[in-house]
């Protein structure tokens, strides 16, 4: 019986405290990365709010009285006490990346689900090989594409113009959406695309009816993070737009001036900025979830 005690107690207290120091251990690198991640989001939000005393003061300055002039200046065009104006439209800059990243997701959204469908679940001829070449644009630079892109912009009329950043947008936008959404057609059974066409269904049907309902999860997640990623984009707003197609991404930076640096006024437009993906990553997180975690398992 004393055998038996020290057997079933013996173990168990060891496992337990392995896995408590595990546990432990876990929990410190989540907070601590949760500390790196959330950082800089919080010095910026407090850079936003600070006079400009207050952002270049040395050592920095915790506990401040706050101010929502560099918002005012951002937002209204309003002129500080001290002079100071924003520089950029940022309203106007801001309507320009709603065009663009919408018209660029609803594009590539079509185009790559479509293409999704076809190499997941219909006999395309040498279909990894059309899958590495839409992933092929993830490998090479931006800047790779930006020269030839430019003159024949220019030569076409869509330099400088919504259209044309929405077209370039694809190349980041539709290997995302080809890559995520393959896998999440191929998680659908083939013998429910096998019974509709045995019932007379045709492609489209099958793809409305059956292929898009039950990927909606993985729909709205691809959806989401290919608007972060045409939002945030700088570098063909930068080469191929101007004053009139200037995305809110792009605008924040032009605070650097050759003069001075407005850090309030640009901290106010990054957190602008931001704002939008926030929200929809609020409003579709269980989408967001489901979606990136439906993939991963395979029966």
């Given at each position: 019986?004393?055998?038996?005690?020290?057997?079933?107690?013996?173990?168990?207290?060891?496992?337990?405290?392995?896995?408590?120091?595990?546990?432990?251990?876990?929990?410190?690198?989540?907070?601590?990365?949760?500390?790196?991640?959330?950082?800089?989001?919080?010095?910026?939000?407090?850079?936003?709010?600070?006079?400009?005393?207050?952002?270049?003061?040395?050592?920095?300055?915790i506990l401040f009285t706050p101010t929502l002039e560099n918002y005012q200046?951002?937002?209204?065009?309003?002129?500080?006490?001290?002079?100071?104006?924003?520089?950029t439209d940022i309203p106007r800059a801001f309507r320009n990346s709603v065009?663009?990243?919408?018209?660029?997701?609803?594009?590539?959204?079509?185009?790559?689900?479509?293409?999704?469908?076809?190499?997941?679940?219909?006999?395309?001829?040498?279909?990894?090989?059309?899958?590495?070449?839409?992933?092929?644009?993830?490998?090479?630079?931006?800047?790779?594409?930006?020269?030839?892109?430019?003159?024949?912009?220019?030569?076409?009329?869509?330099?400088?113009?919504?259209?044309?950043?929405?077209?370039?947008?694809?190349?980041?936008?539709?290997?995302?959406?080809?890559?995520?959404?393959?896998?999440?057609?191929?998680?659908?059974?083939?013998?429910?695309?096998?019974?509709?066409?045995?019932?007379?269904?045709?492609?489209?049907?099958?793809?409305?009816?059956?292929?898009?309902?039950?990927?909606?999860?993985?729909?709205?997640?691809?959806?989401?993070?290919?608007?972060?990623?045409?939002?945030?984009?700088?570098?063909?707003?930068?080469?191929?737009?101007?004053?009139?197609?200037?995305?809110?991404?792009?605008?924040?930076?032009?605070?650097?001036?050759?003069?001075?640096?407005?850090?309030?006024?640009?901290?106010?437009?990054?957190?602008?900025?931001?704002?939008?993906?926030?929200?929809?990553?609020?409003?579709?997180?269980?989408?967001?979830?489901?979606?990136?975690?439906?993939?991963?398992?395979?029966?």
């Amino acid at each position: 019986m004393a055998v038996a005690v020290a057997t079933d107690v013996s173990r168990p207290v060891g496992s337990r405290g392995y896995a408590q120091a595990k546990s432990a251990v876990m929990h410190v690198l989540i907070a601590a990365y949760f500390v790196v991640t959330i950082f800089p989001f919080a010095w910026i939000v407090g850079m936003s709010l600070k006079q400009p005393a207050d952002v270049v003061a040395d050592p920095p300055t915790i506990l401040f009285t706050p101010t929502l002039e560099n918002y005012q200046a951002v937002l209204l065009g309003a002129r500080s006490a001290r002079g100071e104006q924003a520089r950029t439209d940022i309203p106007r800059a801001f309507r320009n990346s709603v065009i663009i990243a919408v018209g660029s997701v609803a594009v590539a959204m079509l185009v790559g689900n479509l293409g999704a469908f076809a190499l997941a679940k219909l006999k395309v001829p040498a279909r990894e090989w059309i899958a590495f070449f839409f992933l092929s644009f993830r490998f090479a630079p931006a800047l790779a594409f930006i020269i030839p892109t430019f003159v024949v912009f220019r030569t076409v009329g869509l330099y400088n113009t919504h259209l044309g950043l929405i077209i370039m947008n694809q190349l980041i936008a539709i290997p995302l959406i080809v890559w995520t959404m393959r896998s999440y057609y191929e998680g659908v059974p083939h013998e429910l695309f096998e019974s509709a066409w045995i019932d007379g269904a045709d492609i489209w049907q099958t793809i409305r009816n059956i292929a898009l309902p039950l990927a909606a999860p993985g729909i709205a997640a691809t959806a989401i993070l290919s608007f972060i990623a045409c939002w945030n984009n700088l570098t063909f707003p930068l080469l191929l737009g101007a004053r009139e197609t200037q995305t809110a991404t792009l605008a924040t930076i032009t605070f650097i001036g050759y003069e001075q640096v407005l850090w309030g006024q640009m901290a106010a437009a990054a957190v602008v900025t931001i704002v939008p993906e926030l929200i929809l990553a609020v409003l579709v997180m269980g989408y967001i979830v489901r979606g990136l975690t439906y993939g991963a398992v395979k029966e």
